[in-house]
């Protein structure tokens, strides 16, 4: 529970930066002198939401009694559904057959090379730990 709080603070102050970052760069870069105040506030909660999705859900993997496929299943539709309904509920997804297939791909495509660069991370880490630890005997 404390892992859960915690990530969830770290994830919710990230969204909160990213939001403001995001509103300076539209304002600066884009042109824009001024911004629409509600659709700031929808747009700076969904940032925030996301922050925290995207911190919380890797406590997938720390659940021992689950196998990784059924770790990584249950990481990808949560991340999936709640994001797919954030993203049309602000309107950053538009609403349709078409684009509900165009971002499950996409969104499948980024899982998966993200999966892919996590596992061959941690995989090459606990091999240089295991040489590490035949050199101790």
Known sequence: MRTFLYRS?????FGGFISTAATIALTYFGGQPT???QTFIIN????????????VTPLYFEIRSLRL????ALHYL???????????????IPIGVKNFFIYLAISLLVYAIAWIGFYLYFKNESKKMNEDLECIE
């Open 78 to 92: 949560t991340v999936t559904i709640v994001y797919f309904t954030l993203g049309l509920w602000i309107g950053w």
């Open 69 to 72: 496929p059924m770790q990584t």
């Open 9 to 13: 603070m770290i994830g919710i102050f």
């Open 35 to 37: 911004l629409d105040g």
């Open 44 to 55: 700076a909660l969904g940032f925030i939401i996301s922050g925290w999705l995207f911190t």
